[in-house]
């Protein structure tokens, strides 16, 4: 923190080791990018904004965890869910941990991505679609018109 003000941005820190950890976007629409010295990739997203990435970590007996996040960049002074690989924090939107979750996750995503431009949904979309993985229901075909307002019920708000 420089000067007492807090960041505007998140910062996502992407590892990739061989055999014990995978890291990648699924989207997000970055401010800056760099790289540091261990390998890691850092990409940092302003206040605000939406992505997505999934986080892997496994060992010499497989797969350890999955998870896959969407979130939404936080604010100044704003109250944040602190998420593994993602500085200082960020609204959590979906969280799928485990293999069935995390796959159900990216095949939800996956349709979305046919259509839309993922980083520009809706937040509530995005929980809408996290209720529905955590409760291990089907996912509703997504309606254009729902979404029409739900973007229009974000500016309001």
Known sequence: MIGGTKP???????????FRAND?????????QRFEEGGAQIISVKSGQTF???RWRGDGYGTQTWRVVVAQA?????????????SPGAHLLLHAFGKVRAKRALRAIDMLS???VLHEIAPAYWRHVHVQIARNK??????????????????VS
């Open 8 to 18: 505007s941005f998140a910062n996502l820190c992407l590892h990739k080791v061989r």
């Open 24 to 32: 990648r976007l699924l989207f997000v629409s970055p401010e800056a």
């Open 52 to 54: 997505g990435f999934v």
């Open 74 to 86: 936080g604010g100044p002074g704003e109250r944040l869910t602190r998420i593994p690989g993602v």
């Open 114 to 116: 046919d259509t839309h």
């Open 138 to 155: 089907p996912l509703e075909p997504h309606d254009e018109q729902a979404f029409a307002a739900m973007a229009r019920a974000r500016l």
